[in-house]
């Protein structure tokens, strides 16, 4: 378990106090793990409070103030939080003050731009806050695992009353919320969602690809999957669903094939691929699920005007420059990596609409890290063709005053924000796209990985 080893250096980290002094509130505030906690992150429930982690290392102060200016803009009550070191705590303490924004300093923790994926904001039965932490830490992001702990540490008095007294635990089964898609009464995840249980469950340390040719092999890891869906369902209190046939029946050679297309979405994260958002009103209840598409990505490259190349160019510091740089995007999109995700979202997107769900597409666009200029930190993802996303999945929902509306970041491409919007506009949404905080983009965190939020009606 986590807790000990979290425990041991926040003592340790703690600086002498007299016996009579109370200890920190990270620490007075962890609480065994319990059932019956709410996941309320779905979209038919407002947004109370937002959360950034804002680190200077990824983000200067322009950048950061720009981004939650747009923000504040477009909820002027709710509650914004951002964590920060004092470098950027110093540089936006006066501008936030004047947007009412909430600083809460780190010290010397050094924290990932991605507030999503280590904890989870979730109600106990009586109502109140707690931060549930992930169990399994995501390799170079181990600092990762006191977010929430420090969190807990630095809430205002004010808001820590208002919600509750909040506590904090460790879940008893992995999770990570950029693979998670919840909706009222279930939450969606793919074979991706499940994996470190998976192998947990199978005693191994690596996906057993070399099995996947034999009968035997798939219904090992088939049964993993269902096993490891079931624990995530009781965790969320809610039934868990594929967005993808699983491989669990048919002839040999069909099965092997499916698994070779679910294999195209390893690697991503199923908040930038696809989005779910409930029916308009209660006269029109449907889902919608709004899937990437990489073809729509393809059209919009081909039709982009020379002066949003240029500007995407600039925004994201591509090289080269002109018709080469359009060559190299077009390629971009049609290598081998591209085109296996391209069958894992077909796949999806045709599994879906079997299933009843409203079924949309959104643009995708792949961008080599190949094309960075600067590759500091990058040189061995670019070697092996990884990229990063132009996506408008990666998107936080929320219904208010009877209004359902979308929020994300812009992506430097004006054609293909506009055509977002028009798809959302179909699913009966609004999307509002705020500045981008390009670091973040560019390490595959789009703006619900770089979000937690408390939705209200605790």
Not at 36 to 50: I, N, Y
Not at 266 to 292: C, H, I, M, Q, R
Request: charged fraction near 20%; charge should be positive.
């Amino acid at each position: 378990m986590l807790f000990p080893f979290l425990l041991a250096l926040f003592l340790t980290a703690a600086p002498a106090q007299a016996p009579a002094e109370a200890a920190p509130r990270s620490v007075e505030r962890h609480v065994p793990y319990s059932s019956g906690l709410r996941f309320d992150d779905e979209a038919e429930r407002p947004l109370a409070a937002s959360i950034y982690s804002l680190p200077s290392a990824f983000f200067e102060a322009k950048a950061a103030e720009a981004f939650l200016s747009a923000v504040r803009k477009a909820a002027p009550r709710r509650t914004l939080i951002v964590l920060t070191d004092p470098p950027l705590h110093g540089a936006l303490e006066k501008r936030a003050r004047a947007l009412g924004v909430r600083l809460l300093e780190t010290g010397g923790h050094s924290f990932s731009p991605w507030p999503r994926d280590p904890f989870s904001l979730v109600r106990t039965p009586a109502g109140g806050v707690l931060v549930l932490v992930r169990p399994n830490l995501q390799p170079g992001r181990e600092e990762d695992a006191f977010m929430g702990p420090e969190l807990v540490q630095h809430l205002p008095d004010d808001l820590d009353r208002a919600w509750g007294r909040v506590t904090w635990t460790e879940a008893p089964v992995p999770f990570h919320n950029g693979q998670i898609l919840p909706l009222r009464g279930g939450l969606w995840i793919s074979l991706h969602t499940l994996e470190p249980r998976i192998l947990s469950i199978l005693g191994v340390d690596r996906v057993p690809v070399q099995s996947f040719g034999t009968a035997e092999g798939l219904d090992r890891y088939a049964a993993a999957a269902r096993r490891a869906a079931g624990e995530l369902g009781a965790l969320y209190g809610r039934p868990a669903r594929f967005v993808h046939p699983l491989p669990e029946s048919g002839p040999l050679p069909e099965r092997i094939d499916l698994m070779r297309r679910l294999g195209g979405g390893a690697g991503y994260d199923l908040d930038s691929l696809v989005t779910f958002l409930p029916g308009p009103s209660s006269k029109s209840p449907e889902n919608t699920a709004l899937v990437a598409d990489l073809a729509a990505g393809r059209k919009l490259l081909a039709g982009l005007p020379a002066a949003e190349r240029k500007a995407l160019r600039a925004g994201y510091d591509l090289e080269p420059d002109g018709a080469a740089l359009a060559r190299a995007l077009a390629s971009a999109q049609e290598a081998p990596r591209a085109a296996a995700l391209a069958a894992f979202l077909d796949l999806t997107a045709g599994h879906l609409a079997a299933s009843g769900v409203r079924v949309l597409r959104l643009p995708v666009v792949r961008i080599p890290y190949a094309l960075l200029r600067d590759r500091r930190g990058l040189e061995g993802a670019a070697e092996a063709d990884y990229e990063f996303l132009l996506t408008w999945n990666n998107v936080v929902a929320e219904t208010r005053g009877g209004k359902l509306r979308a929020e994300g970041f812009a992506s430097l491409l004006p054609s293909g924000d506009a055509a977002a919007r028009a798809v959302f506009k179909t699913a009966g949404a609004h999307l509002d796209l705020f500045p981008p905080l390009v670091r973040s983009i560019v390490l595959n965190g789009g703006y619900r990985c770089a979000s937690s939020h408390v939705r209200a009606g605790g």
